[in-house]
Nanobody, 116 residues
Framework: QVQLVESGGGLVQAGGSLRLSCAAS????????MGWYRQAPGKQRELVAD???????SYADSLKGRFTISRDNAKDTVYLQMNTLKPEDSAVYYC??????????WGQGTQVTVSS
């Protein structure tokens, strides 16, 4: 069973930065893609950013320029650097890994709270 362990969430003031980490139990090259989703109270879970096995990245249009996804192949870890955070970025952030067969695995989630 694939395990994804997230860390790095917390409370930050508006305009601040946080970096989330997601450590995978399997090699990140065994996945078709990995990424970050977020879910705010009363809202649907939405894609924040992802990175495929070739290193190609994609972002939610509204987050381009503020968030950056990256990976460390040697550590089987994916990161999400979040800059110039806004209160509306507050949500539970989930790491996701998609297998080559299309199965999606999820981390337990990490809370990000941005105060105004």
């Amino acid at each position: 069973q694939v395990q994804l362990v997230e860390s790095g969430g917390g409370l930050v003031q508006a305009g601040g930065s946080l970096r989330l980490s997601c450590a995978a139990s399997d090699s990140i090259f065994s996945f078709n893609r990995m990424g970050w989703y977020r879910q705010a109270p009363g809202k649907q879970r939405e894609l924040v950013a992802d990175i495929n096995s070739r290193g190609r990245t994609s972002y939610a249009d509204s987050l381009k320029g503020r968030f950056t996804i990256s990976r460390d192949n040697a550590k089987d870890t994916v990161y999400l650097q979040m800059n110039t955070l806004k209160p509306e970025d507050s949500a539970v952030y989930y790491c996701m890994a998609e297998s080559v067969w299309g199965r999606m695995y999820w981390g337990q989630g990490t809370q990000v709270t941005v105060s105004s």
